[in-house]
């Protein structure tokens, strides 16, 4: 398989659809609600899904597409080549601020990620990595995780996590947040995992999260050597939601064993 030929055309088209994006800023947006009122979708969303779609089955018509809007295939294993494709993750942040959101694609073969593309789309930042090829912000290598202690740390989590809730115990995540540096919110599992790759935080917990918003993530983060796995530490299976901890190596260690263990995530 031509990774780089696939990379260079996944990486076209990005820059494509964000020029579409941001033509649309001052366009009235079309706004539906999907699983509850504050679960978003737009017709830029829908738009630029079936844009990925088009361009993905004339250039590779083998390639299978799992798409969060639902325009892709009936994907029910990763068997060949699966893109995987957010149009855009942070709708909430694209309708009320238009900023803060991205287009998440990630590339796999038989479930293992090679290619993961991010576009912060307003800040024209593009996160990418071929597996074993090295990650890249624009045309920046991005260097390996250093390891941090989790006082030394910012953690990026949502708040909704940290009060009552009914998906987990949040006695422990009030730990956590007591010993960390700090924490961030930024509403896109993408962009907080590419800002795990870089740094801008250092770890980032989410629940329930679907294979669209962390696909591409996980292949930047793992280039770098940083662990993508769910709150338990297990893999994640790219078919299924679950919960998501992704960390440099040492912090994701000492967050799932002095932190989580006790979970039944
Ligand atoms: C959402 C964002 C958000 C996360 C939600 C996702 P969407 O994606 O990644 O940060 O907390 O769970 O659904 O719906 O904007 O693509
Ligand atoms: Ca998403
Ligand atoms: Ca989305």
Known sequence: MDWDYIDIQAKQWVNEAGEKIRSSFDKTLNIQTKSNPNDLVTNIDKEIEQFFIKKIRETFPT???LGEEGFGDEITNLDGVVWIVDPIDGTMNFIHQQRNFAISLGVYE??????????????KELYHAIKGKGAYMNDTKLPPLEKTTLQESILAINATWVMENHRIDHNLMIPLVREARGTRS???????????ATGRVNAYISMRLAPWDYAAGAVIVEELGGIVTNLRGKNLDFLSKDSLLVANPGLHQTILTDYLKEGNW
């Open 110 to 123: 038989n479930g293992i990620g090679r290619i993961g593309i991010i576009y912060d789309v307003a800040h």
């Open 186 to 196: 930024y509403g896109t599992a993408a962009l907080e995992m590419v800002f795990v």
């Open 63 to 65: 390639h299978r597409i």
